[in-house]
């Protein structure tokens, strides 16, 4: 290989840290200034460069200068930074990045980009993009529904990069067998069409049977091609979220993130609420404000969690209230979603049922004690609507986790206002613990990205054969007793800055469900040997 060619693999670059030996050996003797550094040395420099720049956009930019150039020295200086880089790279400045995709491109980032025009070279193009490694685990989005920004087709492929930077960061997934994978299959998204600079098929969305067929054969030469793979789903559109992860989660393992993910976050999010509040999640009742993609995968996990509890199929439905576009959703609301028809409620049961289409309406009808809301509306969760809830609950708990920041239903100052201190909170973006009467409240970021890497890393380590309900459930219950609930102001999840240890914890506690119910691979036998065994640093 030629100096030239190791120094532009951001796998095997490690810039001015190659030792004199190594510089003679691969043939780099004077193609870097001589002295030799450490990877704390060029960590230093990559972080005050970072602090430099003027804002998150520039911040990312040079980031990712950094990715392209060097994956150690990246996942480095992340790894030690995860809490204030995190935003950076992810969620929320990835969705301007997103946005603006075509615009700022420079590199592919060892993606693989599949479109539905050529679909005869999908398994040729993951070759390609794989370019000899050994791939272990693909995020995949064919980027329908990026956050809840819509339809940015394949600049959607960042946010498959960004899920993967998590992967590694937190959980310490090796970087070299990850692969990042756009599905493009079109775009509804007329100013992406109308853009000249649009680096993606300048067509309308391809639905239907052909859409599938792709997804299908993308799946198929994914595994040929690796055999092992573990795919992650991410930001498919709502009808074919569930759809597709139905269609192949009891033979491959699978995950849809915005599904599965978001569930187990706030599972976890609502038993350490009510670890805080000391009540029953039997006595709950749910209104979940969006009944999508998230919302949907919400209540369903929040519905088998009742069940595990002793509830019965019926019993269980009882705790939830849909609310989507049309309001709260009865057996007769048009156009309702094959997963929401389960849960929708009887007008008998109202004598106002023509008013429930106002959320205050709703929660003045309803009487939840648990909000949730991804429906994409900012300020959805009003002054009055929080104030009814607070009115009959002694401890509300509301999850505005609709992403990025602009969408929120609600900050968390205002609700906090709003219920006098009381209502429990947690949000999808991050956000800075908040001051209430002489109180700081910590607020717990419920976001899939505390739990689809832990998943990630227990699901490789016990090279599952399929991704479990039980697996799912256990991820949701290792989150608990971690955060001291006693503490006034205490979180409903634990911090970022512990996201290395509680990965640790979730990995294991799905891995060794996945032994327990025969779904690991018959060399797995101990959790914690087989998570340290596949674990990866950030070091040379
Ligand atoms: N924090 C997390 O981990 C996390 C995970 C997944 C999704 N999300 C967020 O949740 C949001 C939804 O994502 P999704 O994948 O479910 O999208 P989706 O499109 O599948 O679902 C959104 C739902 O909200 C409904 N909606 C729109 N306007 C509404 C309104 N005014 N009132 C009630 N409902 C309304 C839509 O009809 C749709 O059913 C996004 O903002 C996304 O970023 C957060
Ligand atoms: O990407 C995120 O921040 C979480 C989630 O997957 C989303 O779609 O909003
Ligand atoms: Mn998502």
């Not at 853009?195 to 198929?220: A, C, I, N, Q, S």
């Not at 156009?335 to 959320?359: A, C, H, I, M």
Request: with cysteine; glycine share 8%.
């Amino acid at each position: 290989m030629k100096a030239i060619d190791i120094i532009h693999n951001p796998f095997k670059n490690k810039g001015t840290a190659f030792t004199k030996e190594e510089r003679k050996k691969l043939g780099l003797i004077g193609t870097l200034p001589s002295d030799v550094q450490t990877i704390e040395q060029q960590a230093k420099r990559v972080y005050d460069q970072y602090k430099i720049r003027p804002d998150g956009m520039q911040k990312r930019k040079f980031l990712m200068e950094v990715f392209n150039t060097n994956r150690t020295l990246f996942y480095y200086v992340l790894s030690h930074h995860i809490e204030e880089l995190l935003p950076i790279v992810y969620d929320p400045v990835i969705a301007p990045a997103i946005e603006q995709y075509s615009e700022i491109f420079m590199l592919p980032q060892e993606a693989a980009f599949l479109s539905i025009d050529d679909t005869d070279e999908i398994e040729e193009s993951l070759k390609n993009a794989a370019d000899g490694r050994d791939i272990r685990l693909i995020v995949v989005t064919d980027a329908e529904g990026i956050l809840g920004i819509g339809d940015w087709g394949t600049n959607g492929v960042n946010i498959s990069v960004g899920k993967l930077m998590i992967y590694t960061a937190a959980a310490g997934i090796d970087p070299s067998q990850v692969l990042p994978v756009s599905l493009d299959v079109g775009t509804n998204n007329e100013t992406l069409l109308n853009d000249p600079l649009y680096l993606g098929l300048k067509h309308k969305r391809v639905t239907g049977e052909k859409y599938y067929d792709m997804v299908d054969k993308f799946v198929k030469s994914a595994r040929k091609l690796f055999p092992e793979v573990y795919i992650h789903f991410e930001d498919f559109g709502r009808d074919n979220a569930t759809k597709i992860l139905d269609k192949y989660r009891n033979d491959i393992p699978v995950f849809n993130d915005d599904v599965q993910g978001t569930g187990i976050v706030c599972l976890a999010g609502v038993l350490g609420a009510l670890e805080i509040s000391g009540q029953k999640l039997t006595d709950q009742k749910f209104l979940t404000f969006g009944a999508g993609t998230a919302g949907m995968g919400i209540a369903n996990l929040l519905f088998k969690e009742l069940k595990l509890q002793g509830l019965s199929d019926e019993e269980a439905r009882k705790h939830f209230y849909l609310v989507d576009k049309q309001g709260l959703l009865f057996e007769d609301t048009e156009g309702l979603t094959p997963e929401q028809k389960p849960f929708v409620r009887k007008r008998s049961e109202f004598e106002n049922s023509e008013e429930l289409t106002d959320l205050e309406a709703i929660i003045k009808a309803v009487k939840p004690s648990v909000m949730i809301g991804t429906s994409t509306t900012p300020g959805a969760f009003t002054e009055g609507a929080i104030r009814a809830m607070a009115a009959n609950t002694e401890r509300p708990i509301i999850f505005p986790i609709s992403n990025p920041t602009k969408l929120i239903e609600a900050m968390p100052n205002d609700l906090l206002k709003w219920t006098d201190g009381r209502a429990l909170i947690a949000t999808g973006i991050p956000v800075q613990a908040t001051e209430y009467k002489g109180v700081n409240y910590e607020i717990g970021q419920a976001n899939n990205a505390l739990i689809y890497p832990g998943v990630g890393l227990g699901v490789l380590a016990a090279k599952a054969k399929l991704v479990s309900d039980e697996m799912i459930s256990a991820a949701a219950h290792s989150l608990g007793g971690l955060v001291d609930t006693t503490k006034p102001g205490a979180a409903v999840l634990p911090p970022v800055k512990q996201i290395h240890t509680f990965t640790q914890t979730v990995a294991k506690a799905v891995c060794e469900t996945a032994i327990k119910q025969g779904l690991a691979d018959d060399s797995v036998k101990d959790a914690e040997a087989a998570i340290k065994a596949i674990k990866w640093e950030a070091k040379y």
